[in-house]
């Protein structure tokens, strides 16, 4: 059973809300490029130690168990019902951990690559992010997919501080599932967002 408790109301960053969904409903703007051919390789991690494992729809992450439920929304099996879960360090008004589930009949990796595009129109149109890089995604255990990065100028604790993010979004069967994570600056590559990142396990017969 899940060790998680779910926090009260806290502000989560709205250019991350929906990072995963590959709608852009009501923006017309273009990206700035095409989706560059240098994949950024992702490995599996089967065990993450000191972490727990938190499931839905047929997904399912481990979580390290110093953070808790910032904000959790389940969505169904129907196009358009996204599922989203954040998870944060106690206290943290931010999430380190954003799940997006949503379901997408015949999803590819072009469904990926148009999250990606859409993502970036979105922190370009809030006008937060800087630094964005967008890549194809290469994760052998989960298939093909898209990834971004950048730096988030955004309120931290009532603290206007930069951060470091990074999204990875894979489609497989029906459902395009993407993970977020951020950091302090400088401190992502190692965290245990990052590592938390990368034991997603999708097990769409689950659903």
Do not use: H
Not at 87 to 102: K, M, N, Y
Not at 124 to 129: A, E, R
Not at 152 to 158: A, D, I, K, R, Y
Not at 173 to 188: I, K, P, Q, R, Y
């Amino acid at each position: 059973m899940l060790g998680l408790r779910k926090l009260g109301a806290a502000a989560l960053l709205a250019v991350l809300a929906l990072a995963g969904c590959s709608s852009a409903e009501g923006t017309d703007v273009e990206p700035t490029q095409a989706l560059p051919d240098k994949p950024v390789k992702i490995d599996s991690l089967k065990e993450l130690s000191g972490a727990t494992k938190y499931a839905t729809n047929g997904v399912s992450l481990q979580i390290p168990d110093q953070m808790e439920i910032l904000n959790e929304e389940i969505g169904g099996t129907e196009p358009g019902d996204v599922t989203q879960v954040s998870f944060a360090l106690p206290g943290a008004d931010r999430a380190s951990i954003i799940l997006t589930i949503e379901p997408m009949p015949s999803a590819d990796e072009k469904n990926a690559e148009f999250s990606a595009l859409a993502m970036e129109n979105t922190i370009n149109i809030n006008g937060v992010g800087s630094d964005i890089e967008k890549s194809v995604l290469d994760w052998p255990d989960l298939g093909p997919g898209a990834a971004l990065s950048a730096n988030l100028q955004v309120e931290f604790n009532g603290v206007e501080t930069e951060r470091e993010t990074f999204t990875a979004i894979v489609a497989v069967d029906d459902v395009l599932v993407s993970v977020s994570a951020e950091t302090e600056m400088g401190e992502l590559e190692d965290s245990d967002a990052m590592q938390a990142l990368r034991t997603l396990r999708i097990e769409p017969d689950a659903i």
